[in-house]
């Protein structure tokens, strides 16, 4: 039986300040397989970037804690890698595109010396000189041209900066690229040229990818699965169809009926009452219950879990379980 | 005679940096209507913060006239700029930055109050109460600061004070755009019921173009410090004109996954706008380019109330 080529099982993550515990990740568990983008939505604080740091390992401890769980890449369990192991597969195997282009970058580097920094490190046999052709090469690739490589960040500007933020992910053709909202610091008409790009390299290289974002609309041009996460715990997952089409749970419905974009025509807007919960204080039961319109005692007090409602479709939530069952 | 609550005409910010004048606004015109809102979209760097903060007269403009209700607002002295100022008002993008942290929700709220002088200590409390109501903030945060709350509480203080005068008119320099699309919705509801209720006129400057859409009654697009084209906004929405605004709404990610929008990707960014030249400010970018569009474009009315500033749309 082949493996998946990337498997998170039941992945945990707590942040600890002062005395107070901090739940960010609780039970994430997702597969991903080559030349696949996840798509992974959810709000501000729901836990999306700490699973990403997490996969790659730069998830700062202290404050942060993995407290369990394994990531397993091409079957080895990533989180029993030795730091000098993972040297080798970070930025290699797996890399990550950060959210901030303005700060991802060395200030005091040429934009040219930091993508070859990156080959140099990864390559066993690159030299300096053949680490300088190849960062020339993706820069290219990326729309850069070579006039630019001796030019330093503060010339460039936030979609320029980007690319070159790209351009050191993608250096060492990585499997796996982990897209930290890539675009949500960019202008639209940017955007779509960096998702263009994105779209492009990545068919090229074959590569997987796990695209963070709270944008639906950046998600149903990118994505071929979709995991909705809310406070730490996926609520919903399936392929892109099933998740546009069909969203099943109360709050993947609430996201999609806050969007200005879907209720042309209508002039209220359908918001989630209330806002996230605090995570050092998560409600029992269903996380998302103080918010829910269709909450029951069942909901408050029960353990729920990710029930799998069509093939390949699963949604935390009693609700559309016992509607699903039922049928 | 027109109902206009806010005219501009001509309106300029130049402002002077090393290597030249900066063309921040240049040379805008449009009128708002009681009860209106309009949408000034465009991409970061086109100057439509810049307008707002202009028009409400925050930046001393370069040229041209504001008009709020039929009087010239660039022409006031101190006293009367006051007596304006009550009358307009501007709800910033940064709900973290643009509150005081060393003050409470309820001080934040009362201060336009006590600072007006028209009313006395039992009125402005009971005011302030009114006003919290009003946009939905607990009676219990009256004493909390603003690090306290979310964003979109922090948001809802800022509306509050805002409104706090009672003012026609209202610029909101991206309001929802530093918040999660859940709390996003509840802010724009918001913004939406206080103009039936209390009948605002509003100016509503985002980048986010499927916002304005879903708030404005009219839509001015702007690009390097000009319009480039202004049109009621189902009009502007299905019917674009002007080859940038036509890029600006195909480049929107659509989040209907059966029928993706057909992208019209530009070449390059935004050019300086340093000491511009004459002719038409997205030439480099433009697909349609050609040797006519280095003349200065004239904006025009292409259909009735749909003005371009494009010498090549009726081609294209």
Redesign the interface.
């Known amino acids: 039986m082949e493996s998946k080529f990337l498997q998170v099982r039941d992945l945990q993550i707590e942040y600890t300040s002062g005395k107070q515990v901090i739940h960010a990740v609780n039970g994430v568990s997702f597969d991903l397989e080559r030349g696949k983008t996840l798509g992974m939505v959810g709000?501000?604080g729901a836990g999306k970037t700490s699973i990403a740091k997490s996969i790659i390992g730069v998830l700062p401890n202290p404050p942060a804690r993995i407290t369990g769980g394994e990531i397993l890449l091409d079957g080895k369990n990533l989180l029993e890698a030795s730091e000098e192991e993972m040297l080798k597969i970070r930025g290699n195997q797996i890399s990550m595109i950060f959210q901030d282009p303005m700060t991802a970058l060395n200030p005091l580097m040429t934009i040219g010396d930091q993508i070859a920094e990156a080959i140099e490190l990864h390559s066993e046999n690159a030299g300096k000189h053949a680490a300088k052709e190849q960062a020339i090469k993706i820069l290219k690739m990326v729309g850069i041209t070579e006039e630019r490589y001796e030019e330093f960040p503060y010339q460039f500007?936030?979609?320029?900066k980007q690319r070159v933020v790209i351009a050191i992910a993608l250096s060492c053709n990585p499997e796996l690229l982990l897209a930290d909202e890539p675009t949500t610091a960019l202008?639209?008409?940017?955007?779509?040229?960096v998702?263009?790009m994105m779209n492009d390299l990545r068919r090229r290289l074959n590569s997987a990818m796990i695209l963070i974002t709270?944008?639906?609309?950046?998600v149903?041009?990118m994505c071929d699965d979709v995991a909705v996460v809310y406070a730490g715990e996926i609520i919903e997952k399936g392929t892109?169809?099933d998740i546009?089409?069909h969203p099943t749970h109360p709050y993947t419905n609430?996201?999609?009926?806050?969007?200005?974009?879907?209720?042309?025509g209508e002039?209220?807007?359908?918001?989630?009452?209330g806002?996230m919960p605090d995570p050092t204080n998560l409600p029992k039961g269903c996380k998302f219950s103080p918010r829910c319109p269709y909450a029951t005692d069942d909901c408050r007090t029960g353990q729920i879990v990710l029930d799998e409602i069509t093939p390949g479709h699963f949604c935390r939530c009693i609700r559309n379980s016992k509607e699903a069952h039922n049928v | 005679m027109s109902d206009s609550v806010i005219e501009v005409r001509n309106l300029k910010k130049y402002f002077s940096v090393p290597g030249g004048q900066l063309h921040a606004v240049d040379d805008v015109s449009f009128t708002i209507e009681k009860g209106q809102t309009l949408g000034v979209v465009g991409e970061s760097g086109c100057g439509k913060s810049t307008l707002g903060r202009t028009i409400i007269h925050l930046l001393d403009s370069t040229g041209g006239q504001i008009l709020l209700n039929g009087k010239d607002i660039t022409k006031l002295n101190a006293h009367q700029l006051k007596e304006a100022r009550s009358n307009m008002q501007i709800i910033f993008q940064d709900p973290y930055s643009s509150l005081n942290p060393r003050m409470t929700v309820g001080e934040i709220v009362s201060e336009p109050l006590m600072l007006s002088g028209r009313y006395n200590k039992k009125q402005i409390s009971e005011e302030s109460d009114r006003l919290m109501d009003l946009v939905g903030i607990e009676e219990r945060l009256r004493n909390s600061y603003s690090h306290e709350l979310d964003g979109g509480r922090r948001q809802r203080v800022g509306i509050a004070r805002a409104i706090a005068l009672k003012p026609e008119f209202i610029v909101c320099d991206e309001p929802v755009s530093a918040l999660d699309v859940s709390i996003q919705a509840q802010v724009l509801n918001l913004l939406m019921d206080l103009q039936d209720s209390i009948g605002l006129t509003l100016m509503f400057v985002t980048h986010d173009l499927s916002v304005v859409r879903h708030i404005s009654s009219h839509i001015c697009v702007m690009y390097l410090g000009q319009m480039v084209e202004k049109a009621e906004t189902e009009e502007l929405f299905t019917r674009p004109m002007h080859p940038y605004t036509k890029a600006l709404l195909s480049a929107i990610p659509s989040v209907d996954i059966h029928h993706p929008s057909k992208r019209v990707l530009l070449k390059g960014e935004i050019t300086s706008p340093i000491n511009p030249k004459p002719g038409c400010r997205f030439y480099s970018r433009c697909p349609y380019a050609t040797e006519k569009c280095k003349e200065p474009q004239e904006l025009h009315e292409i259909s009735p109330e749909h003005f371009i500033s494009c010498c090549r749309a009726k081609e294209i």
């Open positions: 709000e501000t500007s936030g979609g320029m202008d639209v008409t940017i955007q779509a040229q998702l263009d709270h944008d639906l609309g950046v149903a041009e892109k169809e546009f089409d609430g996201l999609f009926g806050s969007l200005p974009m879907m209720a042309v002039k209220r807007l359908h918001p989630i009452n806002m």
